[in-house]
């Protein structure tokens, strides 16, 4: 699997016909992967878009534990089928571009399809929903896939679910929702 920095992947990349998931990833769990799957199913060369430390992390300065290290996401995400990772160093600068440019620049790389979370949030205060994707792929021919929230128990499967589970120690939990075992 190739891996990528950002400015490596702005600046050298030749523009090809990609597919792409974006986000943290933080575990990747059970709703990640139902995002991954669909990028992996198509034709396009499979990629994941994520971040080399959680920006949650990052621009508080502090360090965080997320729920897999860097090393163990990126086997992960080989193991199901992604033959590229766009690793982003986030910075104060980085957290300052706005939605719609950081989309922009995706589909002027060759981004042709993109898989997101309903509740997908990107660009400077957060200010590009899944649906305002939408539109901006839309002016440019490119398909976006909206994947609808996975739940567990009727909960919703999310970072902030699992980190809680294993707090309390209900390993189960963090288990089901990552969809392997968690190994603490």
Known sequence: MEALDWDDFIINEEKKPFAAVIGVFDGVHRGHQAL????????EKPTVITFRQNPKWA???QDGRDIVSLEEKLDIFEK??????????FSENFS?????????????RGLSFLAVGENFRCGRRRDMGAED???V??????????????LLDDKLISSSMI??????????LASAALGREFMD
């Open 133 to 135: 994707i939408r539109r």
């Open 80 to 89: 199901m089928g992604i033959t590229r990772v766009i690793l982003i160093d």
């Open 96 to 108: 300052k571009i706005e939605g719609r440019v950081f989309i922009e620049t995706l589909l002027d």
């Open 36 to 43: 991954i799957e669909r990028v992996v199913s198509r034709e």
């Open 59 to 61: 621009l508080a300065r």
């Open 163 to 172: 980190r809680e589970a294993i707090a309390r120690g209900d390993f189960a």
């Open 137 to 150: 792929a839309a002016e440019r021919g490119v398909e976006i896939d909206i994947v609808q929230t996975v």
